[in-house]
């Protein structure tokens, strides 16, 4: 039986140890965090080729009664009192034949509990070492040797640096935060969020079914990279109330809450851009490999799919790695393209460069929003690379399984 080792328990890894799991393989899966992360996440978008990768999992149910319920969207613009209503049903209709937004910790614990009784999981430890024969070494497990090792450990991704050095990023522009507030805060309810947007600078607040919290998403562009450490949570925070400074009352009160108790996010978009991740015996899965923007370039469906076809291939090779590499990357490549060129256009959209583009985000939501659902959706599948992109990901269905 092949041994594998995945590193990282988010989404990627724990859809790689289902699949790898029931087509026989050996996993184990080492993940740094000493349990799985239900805390300061945020809400991510699966498109049809996830959710039928998830229903093929037999997890499609608990995914869609785990789904955020949002609805409806109160847009108000720099200097504006009056807010637009959006509904954001119509929009995610546009985008997707199949659509679930839900929180990126209840989908990595609804993945992880799919395969958590078929795979080996090392919670609070991290690999340290790689050696060119598939030899780890850890911080705390003993050393073992593996057939493939895979690096599903997100965008600062210790196996990358283990393996290829340090590897560019490449600077989208923007960045992003996720601030745990008190439920209350979100007086709307859990289906209604609330957004502030001004010239390069974007907040909103929502709350979840599932959520005993409210969660404060703050996007805002800088054009060249800022100073501070992805550890250094004190300057993330400087950099994150310099950033928002008056954009709006309401949201200058989620920023006096900084200092307190609730979980914090801060990091930058931005995109690797590997044409090749593999090497070896070793390979990488989801941001760890092809991140193309979080937020912004569709990261957690791209996860999902990458991991299904990493797997399949795995299989339909008989745990040939040098084949169901070759295969794996031929498949995935085209997708990872196509979703850095789609997260550079949805940066500039999502967070307006000009007071222009403030007008036309905003009026934009709301014309989508008004016109009639079919008009919509035909109008977003004459462009299978915008809108649609991540809706038209192809699917196979490995034989293997």
Excluded at 89 to 97: E, H, L, P, V, Y
Excluded at 161 to 181: K, W
Excluded at 194 to 207: E, I, K, M, P, Q
Excluded at 302 to 312: D, N
């Amino acid at each position: 039986m092949k041994s594998i080792l995945i590193s990282g328990a988010s989404v990627a890894g724990p859809v790689l140890a289902y699949w790898l799991a029931r087509y026989g393989f050996d996993v184990t899966v080492v993940e740094r965090a000493p349990a799985l992360r239900k805390t300061g996440g945020h809400a991510v978008d699966l498109f049809r080729p996830a959710m039928e990768i998830s229903e093929r999992m037999g997890v499609l149910p608990r995914i869609e009664a785990a789904a955020t319920g949002a609805t409806r969207m109160s847009v108000v613009r720099e200097g504006r009192r009056k807010a637009v209503d959006v509904d954001l049903g119509k929009i995610f209709q546009a985008t997707s034949d199949r659509h679930v937004e839900i929180m990126r910790d209840d989908l990595a614990e609804i993945y992880y509990d799919a395969g958590k009784d078929h795979a080996r999981y090392l919670f609070g430890d991290s690999i340290t070492r790689i050696g060119p024969d598939g030899e780890a070494e850890f911080e705390r497990s003993a050393p073992g040797r593996y057939d493939v090792i895979i690096g599903a450990d997100g965008l600062h991704s210790t196996v990358r640096r283990l393996v290829f050095g340090e590897v560019p990023e490449h600077h989208v522009g923007g960045y992003l935060a996720v601030l745990s507030l008190p439920k209350d805060l979100a007086a709307a309810g859990e289906a209604h969020s609330r957004l502030h947007v001004g010239v390069n600078r974007a907040a909103a607040l929502y709350t979840a079914r599932t959520l005993p919290d409210a969660r404060a998403v703050f996007l805002f562009n800088r054009p060249e990279p800022l100073d501070y450490h992805h550890r250094d949570v004190p300057r993330q925070k400087e950099l994150l109330r310099q950033a928002f400074a008056g954009l709006n009352p309401e949201v200058d009160g989620w920023l006096a809450r900084l200092d307190g108790d609730g979980a914090f996010y801060f990091d930058s978009i931005t995109q690797l851009r590997l044409d090749s991740w593999s090497r070896g015996r070793v390979t990488l899965a989801g941001d760890a490999g092809y991140c193309p923007g979080p937020a912004v370039g569709g990261s957690t469906s791209l996860a999902v799919v990458g991991a299904y076809v990493l797997a399949g291939e795995l299989a339909e090779a008989g745990g040939d790695h040098e084949a169901a590499f070759q295969a794996y990357e031929r498949q995935v490549l085209p997708l990872v393209q196509a979703s850095r060129k789609f997260a550079l256009g949805a940066a500039k959209t999502l967070i307006p460069g000009s007071r222009a583009a403030v007008w036309g985000l905003v009026n934009g939501a709301r014309v989508a929003a008004a016109l009639p659902a079919g008009v919509s959706r035909t109008l977003a599948k004459l462009n299978s690379k915008g809108l649609r992109l991540h809706d038209s990901m192809p699917v196979r269905d490995y034989a293997a399984g």
